[in-house]
């Protein structure tokens, strides 16, 4: 069952050199996202899917379509919706005099949960940087201390946008562990990536998205064995850069 549906959902922007002209950040995309999937939004910068997530995430107004999140509409009930996802921004600050431990107490307490604030940092390993500030924390430990923060009211959905950017392999193996275990207990996953490496090891289908459009959307196998340019001698031949190229012209890093 589609835990979150998407139909021809629409972004206008000023167009940043003539701003009473817009263009569509996001251009009328549908999607419908199967519960309990991790579902990958792969792209080039400016393809607009942060702007997905944000609209998704009850962030930013909807300008056209409509995107339902179990069942409850995102414009019409965005507090509600508010409550059954989990959302990590691509940069977090936060107050730097309280711990790791008060931190998450104190959201939570924004929720009204009560929760196992040691039993939630040992879900993100990080049970030993409790009494840490998140200013004393690695570029990987930040990130997963957000996703901790994310974890607080206990998500049926959770939003990642773009989690390994800028941390080193093994930083970005550990995160994509911790994806892969919260997975595992059931939870729906909503990644943004730019690394086609991510998309094909985290997620069970990918949605292509270029100029605010999705250009494709099926596993990262089909997409593979339909869209990589040469013919497979092997069974899975050519990578999902490959299968971009062939649908946009262009590598994803243009
Ligand atoms: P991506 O996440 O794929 O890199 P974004 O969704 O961030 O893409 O951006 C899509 C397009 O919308 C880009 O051209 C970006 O400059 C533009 N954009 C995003 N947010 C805003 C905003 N708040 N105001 C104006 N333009 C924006």
Known sequence: MAII????????????DNKSKSFFAVDGISLAIEAGEIFGILGPNGAGKTTTLEMLEGLVDIDGGTAFIDGIDVS????????IIGVQLQANEYFDNLSLLELLTLFAALYSREID?????????????????????????KQRFSIACALVNNPKVLFLDEPTTGLDPQAKRNLWDLVLELNKSGMTIVLTTHNMEEAEILCQRIAIMDHGKVVAEDTPQNLILQHAAEPPTAPLHGNIEDVFLALTGHGLRD
């Open 5 to 16: 549906e998407v139909k021809n959902l629409a972004k206008q922007y000023p167009l940043p």
């Open 76 to 83: 019409k009930e965005p507090y509600k919706v508010k409550e």
């Open 117 to 141: 604030a040691e039993d939630l940092l040992d879900k993100v390993n990080l049970l030993e940087k409790a009494k840490a500030k998140p200013g004393n924390l690695s570029g990987g430990q």
